[in-house]
């Protein structure tokens, strides 16, 4: 997968098996869902910058059935509460390691953390979990309103399954990605920076070594920090890369997942994959520090429509 995307765990991985889902939680309706109508969208895209290799295109009419999604990822708190009421224990606790972008590592870690052959600017680092970000002496302070980050397609899963929900399917994400806009690049528009306006969580500056970060943060932001597209979705580009529930289509991937949206780490110089219509993919058991993930539901179902 390309170098803005984390790396796949190595094979063979004792995380690969899907784990049992946890029981639906008994009480409290599924808050923060936008209802979306559904209907036929032009789905994909055939940009300049499309990756051949990921098969965005060809631009293609998709019907999509009414649905909600979730108009922010989840934070970590919302994580933290299904954590705390059903026990789950996250593939990178069991596996005691995930993937954390070198340059957020103090020195001495660094230096006994493995890095990625190709792309050395990954490090897998023990104890880096979604309590520990950066893993050992690190911590969630002050990133409550924060995406969830170092889940796998199966914790995201699980998360869904307790939240009454599901993961959304890769049409229904970019149809609430795109918000209402027909082929436009961004979820906003086709120009980047409007006015001047940052609008998503990207890096700017040089890859991988100089972050300005001109739009605020280096790292991940709060969900709601950057202004939400026509149907009230946030980061739907930039942030974290967002699972969803499609397999991979591209031979040499079997069992991947594909993942949407670009993360903070994105950059036009080697990675324009926060375009709307851009895609990549993980294997189910991978995790880094710019992966997180949305909820959707079906619709008709009352106790699941937002309260707004």
């Not at 708190?77 to 005691?96: C, I, M, N, P, Q």
């Not at 539901?297 to 707004?308: F, Y």
């Amino acid at each position: 997968m390309s170098s803005c995307c984390s790396p796949g765990r190595p094979e063979p991985t004792t995380g690969g098996a899907a784990p049992a889902l946890p029981t639906a939680r008994a009480a409290g309706p599924l808050t923060g869902l936008l209802d979306l109508p559904g209907g036929t969208f032009e789905m994909g895209s055939e940009d300049a910058d499309a990756n051949p290799e990921d098969l965005e295109g060809p631009v293609r009419p998709v019907e999509v059935a009414p649905f909600s999604i979730g108009r922010t990822t989840v934070t970590t708190d919302e994580f933290a509460a299904f954590v705390d009421a059903t026990g789950w224990v996250t593939e990178s606790e069991r596996l005691g390691w995930s993937y954390v972008f070198a340059g957020f590592l103090p020195g001495a870690l660094r230096k006994v953390s493995p890095r990625v052959p190709g792309t050395p600017w990954w490090c897998g680092v023990a104890g880096a979990t979604w309590r520990a970000p950066e893993g050992p002496g690190s911590d969630l302070s002050g990133r409550g309103d924060h995406p969830v980050v170092h889940v796998s397609f199966h914790d995201a899963a699980a998360y869904a399954a307790w939240a009454g929900a599901r993961l959304p399917t890769e049409a229904e994400w970019e149809y609430a990605a795109r918000g209402g806009l027909e082929q436009a690049r961004y979820p906003w528009g086709d120009e980047l920076t409007p006015g001047g306006e940052h609008r998503c969580n990207i890096w700017q500056g040089t890859f991988p070594t100089r972050n300005t970060a001109e739009d605020g943060y280096r790292g991940t932001s709060p969900v709601t920090a950057f202004p939400a597209n026509g149907y009230g979705l946030h980061d739907a580009a930039g942030n974290v890369w967002e699972w969803v529930d499609e397999q991979w289509d591209r031979p040499g991937a079997p069992g991947s997942r594909v993942v949407r949206g670009g993360s903070y780490l994105c950059h036009a110089s080697y990675c324009n994959r926060y375009r709307v219509g851009a895609r990549s993919a993980n294997t189910p058991d991978s995790a880094s520090g710019n992966q997180g993930f949305r909820v959707a539901a079906d619709l008709p179902a009352p106790d699941l429509r937002a309260r707004r």
